[in-house]
């Protein structure tokens, strides 16, 4: 099995130090099954050569994406990692591997899918919750709540559960083909999935490898990996 980590230039360079390479290691993937990867390996990476894809946290989707201008200072882009990334992601789809996205990742995907983004949480809607947590990133400070009983993520997680946040940006419009799965309490959206029947395609706004000692957050991971060997050994007939 060999799963691809799509992060950050500044993320792959704490290699197996990262939080996004502990939480697998911690859930049950070997570190040899592990591969952090950036837009900087543009070239030589391909879905086809992995069983699973995890789209990470980080910069800021360009607003160009989903047809709109910048609006604000503190909204920053990568666009080589979208490009990257919106690229390995219609490979992953075309091939039907397990695809996980944690906060940026579920940004992404909704934007690939035809969605938009409220550019920053703050300006764009009423909301007084600050979403971009201070103090620790381990620390849980609001509430998510299952809003699909047969989702694959109340597979995951019953109901409801504290969860730490990190972010700035958040799902405006719906993309195609997606189904939201949670909220906040404040009403945004927290996790979606694919609305047709893909193996699995699962994506969640806060960051489960910062707090996988959860056992609900660890249960993300390790019902990822799960999909990720049955890729494997479907590939391997």
Known sequence: MRIALSVSQKEKAKGEQSPYFRAFVASGARPDELEMVTAADARRVRASDYDGILFAGGEDVDPALYEEQTKYENVQVDRARDDFEFALLDQ???????????????????????????????????????????????????????????????????????????HHQAIKRLGRGLKVTAHSEDGLVEAVESADEYPFLMAVQWHPEEIVDHPEQRQLFEQFITKCREAAAVRRR
Not at 128 to 139: C, I, K, N, V, Y
């Open 92 to 166: 992953a789809l075309d091939r039907r591997l397990p695809i996980l996205g944690i906060c940026r990742g579920i940004q992404m995907i909704n934007v690939k899918f035809g969605g938009t983004l409220y550019q920053d949480i703050s300006s764009d809607t009423p909301i007084e919750r600050q979403h971009r947590q201070p103090g620790s990133r381990a620390d849980v400070t609001h509430t998510v709540t299952v809003t699909e009983p047969e989702s694959q993520l109340a597979g995951a997680m019953q109901g409801s559960c504290r969860v730490n946040s990190l």
